[in-house]
């Protein structure tokens, strides 16, 4: 009977063990940068609050953003804005990124600043669409191009709308 109640002893202390020990699947590293195609705007100011990706089997992880509004009429000729330098995320797939934008979002015409209605990103987020694989222990960057230009949209009553197109540029091992 003692033996019996070992075994029943030592079985249940090793499967509490295990059960604790989540496999390491290590972590990747990711620097996002955002560029822009030439628009005919004098500026198109996005305020950018937060990155976050979706690992799967691990949900959203907020990367180190830096937040601040950004006018993507600058972002080009090989200029970029740095909106993550070093974000650590557990490796895996990568389904989506999300660019979580604020409400001072602005479109400049004749000289005349309007504001630009965002009203799902800022709720939900922008999701841009990744499906790929990052390996543990690497580090990648992403350039994504915000286009200006085919994002501004005229209202019927002259104002302004930001309907986003973002596509992702290139995902390179670094």
Do not use: H
């Not at 976050?52 to 949900?59: A, F, I, L, R």
């Not at 992880?61 to 509004?69: E, F, I, Q, W």
């Not at 400049?108 to 209605?117: E, I, K, N, R």
Request: charged residues 15%; hydrophobic residues 45%; contains cysteine.
């Amino acid at each position: 009977m003692k033996t019996v109640y070992l075994v029943v002893l030592v079985s249940v202390g090793l499967l509490a063990f295990s059960a604790g020990c989540k496999k390491d699947v290590g972590k990747s590293r990711m620097t996002v940068k955002m560029v822009d195609a030439p628009g005919d705007f004098q500026q198109v100011n996005v305020e950018v609050l937060q990155v976050q990706v979706n690992v799967s089997g691990e949900g959203w992880v907020s990367l180190p953003t830096n937040a601040g509004v950004y006018d993507l009429l600058t972002l080009q000729n090989d200029v970029s804005a740095t909106l993550v330098d070093v974000g650590v995320f557990p490796a895996g797939r990568l389904n989506q990124l999300r660019l979580i934008l604020g409400n001072q979002n602005t479109v400049m015409v004749d000289s005349v600043s309007y504001p630009l209605a965002t009203p799902s990103a800022q709720q939900s987020g922008l999701k841009i669409n990744l499906k790929s694989d990052f390996a543990p222990n690497q580090a990648y960057q992403v350039f994504l191009d915000f286009d200006a230009q085919n994002s501004i949209v005229t209202q019927g009553n002259g104002s302004y709308s930001l309907k986003p197109v973002i596509k992702v540029l290139s995902i390179d091992p670094i």
